[in-house]
């Protein structure tokens, strides 16, 4: 039996990544965000960047030296892009996570138990979708304070009724088949029906949710960022490193100083979401991928 299963498990594997090859610019969403993550990471350490170090060149334009060139400060450009894309990624990774870790267990509980649970966690679920999330964003992050597990926290707690509904309206169909009708027959705890039949059923779902997740989480720090709201300086992120250049001169004379921060963001955003329209099609069945 556990023979027969693996073999199962290997050909949906194989199959899947098989229809995802298929899907020509989600492979290059996919190399593009490997070789994005490797560059961030990498070159820092072959570089010997330091983002925060003040030099005498204020405001210098793209050189040998600098080749990104430097800001108002003397601080070198590339090394704060580096850096900065490191912060942005983590918080946006992170920030997915706690929504996922949240909006997945209420998800299933909403769908498993109905009646009671499934009224309480849905209308809050209503009630955080009726209030804007950057609008609670912008209100939290002033309480709190503005830092990187602030940012992380309040992007993951704002954002985690997109997993409720999406597992809520999975679990719907799934409680109904066979396979659990059959558990609970038996007399299987629910606690193990919901753990080892629904959440294994329900978590391709909930894996191409967490890649429309991240460009989101992304874009909403570096909204915050850009409003002052986000990580502070001295440390990096793409969104602060926007919020620096953000007046008329600076756009209009010195563009190496947004142009990078937005194409890294507005490049990031792009692969990831190319990357999940793939995974999206590659764990459906039903998708014919041309």
């Not at 009671?116 to 709190?144: G, H, K, Q, W, Y």
């Not at 194409?263 to 999206?280: E, V």
Request: aromatic share 8%; net charge positive.
């Amino acid at each position: 039996m556990k023979q027969s299963k693996t073999i199962v498990k290997d050909a949906y594997l194989r199959d899947t990544i098989e229809r995802f090859t298929r899907h020509k610019m989600a492979v290059v969403g996919l190399v593009v965000l490997v070789l994005e993550i490797v560059l961030l990471f990498l070159l820092p350490v072959l570089l010997g960047s330091k983002p925060n170090e003040i030099t005498p060149y204020f405001s210098a334009a793209p050189s040998a030296e600098f080749p990104l060139g430097t800001d108002t400060t003397g601080r070198d450009l590339l090394a704060r892009l580096l850096y900065g894309g490191q912060t942005s990624l983590g918080i946006g990774l992170l920030a997915v996570l706690v929504q996922a870790i949240i909006g997945i267990p209420l998800g299933i509980i909403a769908g498993y138990y109905r009646g009671t649970a499934e009224v309480v966690i849905m209308r809050l679920a209503d009630i955080f979708n009726s209030i804007p999330n950057m609008c609670l964003n912008l209100v939290l992050v002033t309480v709190f304070s503005p830092s990187f597990w602030t940012i992380v926290m309040v992007i993951g707690i704002t954002g985690w009724p997109s997993f409720t509904r999406l597992l809520y309206s999975s679990v719907l169909s799934i409680r109904e088949k066979e396979y659990v009708e059959a558990a609970r027959a038996i007399g299987t705890k629910n606690s193990t029906i919901m753990i080892q039949y629904i959440l294994p059923n329900a978590l391709s779902p909930a894996l191409v949710a967490f890649t429309f997740g991240v460009p989101s989480a992304i874009l909403s720090e570096s909204a915050l960022s850009f409003l002052g709201l986000g990580i502070q300086i001295p440390q990096s992120t793409w969104g602060n490193m926007l919020n620096a250049a953000q007046s008329l001169a600076v756009v209009a004379t010195q563009p190496w100083m947004w142009i990078p921060p937005g194409l890294c963001i507005l490049i990031t955003l792009i692969s990831i979401n190319l990357f999940g329209d793939g995974l999206r099609d590659a764990l459906d069945p039903k998708t014919k991928v041309g």
